[in-house]
């Protein structure tokens, strides 16, 4: 059975810090990893990852993927309260990319 | 125009009512996906539409009825539902249909919050 695990599931941090949330999975047939954050209600797209050891960044998130260890890191430098949210990894499969597996999320708060 | 929209927000139906959910993305998007989500759990996929043709279909219960009109709209048909069907339901789309190779980036509706009583 496919299945992607996230650690920590929850983590309390205070604003200015840097966080690294896990996503580690045992898939068939991998195709790519991707984030997303969900605040509310609506996920949004953060990062998609294909190739072991190539960092992506967006401002202050950056994500790498290690296919060798069956995971990936997303890190977030200088916290913001703006970054409270659950953080949701995901995997694509080479058969039915349409059909992403998802881990059970983070829930990231930051504290003023 | 990136967005997703669902109607309505939110949704009280009893177990006897046929109801509707409805989304639509005008991004040219080519397929569009409904997923379910209950409280502290990750997004279940429900049904997948490719190219406006029903390409996945989870094993849901035939009280959730899929519809896509055309290429940018999708509905939810809803009836007879149990309680247990209560949680937020997610309307996404993809740029591409199946096969393409983008189609895992996915653009996500703000959901229709739905209690059934």
């Known amino acids: 059975e496919d299945k992607v695990v996230q650690s920590p599931l929850s983590l309390v941090v205070h604003e200015g810090d840097t966080v690294t949330l896990n996503c580690s999975y045992e898939?068939?047939?991998?195709?790519?990893l991707l984030w997303y954050k969900q605040e509310k209600k609506a996920p949004t797209f953060l990062f998609m990852l294909t190739s072991s050891g190539i960092e992506k960044k967006s401002g202050r998130l950056s994500s790498i993927l290690d296919k060798k260890e069956l995971s990936s890191i997303l890190n977030i430098t200088a916290t913001q309260t703006g970054d409270s949210a659950i953080y949701l990894c995901?995997?694509?499969?080479?058969?039915?990319?349409?059909?992403?597996?998802f881990g059970q999320g983070t829930r990231l708060t930051i504290n003023p | 125009d990136t967005e997703v929209t669902q109607t309505p927000k939110h949704l009280v139906m009893g177990m006897t009512n046929k109801k509707s959910l409805k989304c639509e993305q005008h991004m040219g998007h080519r397929a569009m996906y409904w997923y379910k989500q209950k409280a502290k759990k990750p997004p279940e996929l429900m049904f997948v539409?490719?190219?406006?043709?029903?390409?996945i279909n989870e094993s849901v219960p035939s009280r959730f009825s899929p519809e896509c009109p055309n290429s940018s709209l999708l509905n939810l048909h809803l009836h007879a539902l149990q309680p247990e069907d209560s949680a937020l339901y997610l309307c996404?789309?993809?740029?591409?249909?199946?096969?393409?190779?983008?189609?895992?980036?996915?653009?996500f509706g703000s959901g229709t919050q739905l209690s059934v009583l």
């Open positions: 898939v068939t047939n991998f195709r790519s």
């Open positions: 539409y490719s190219y406006e043709k029903l390409s």
């Open positions: 995901a995997v694509g499969l080479i058969q039915g990319a349409q059909k992403l597996v």
């Open positions: 996404a789309s993809s740029q591409e249909g199946q096969g393409g190779s983008t189609n895992e980036k996915l653009f």
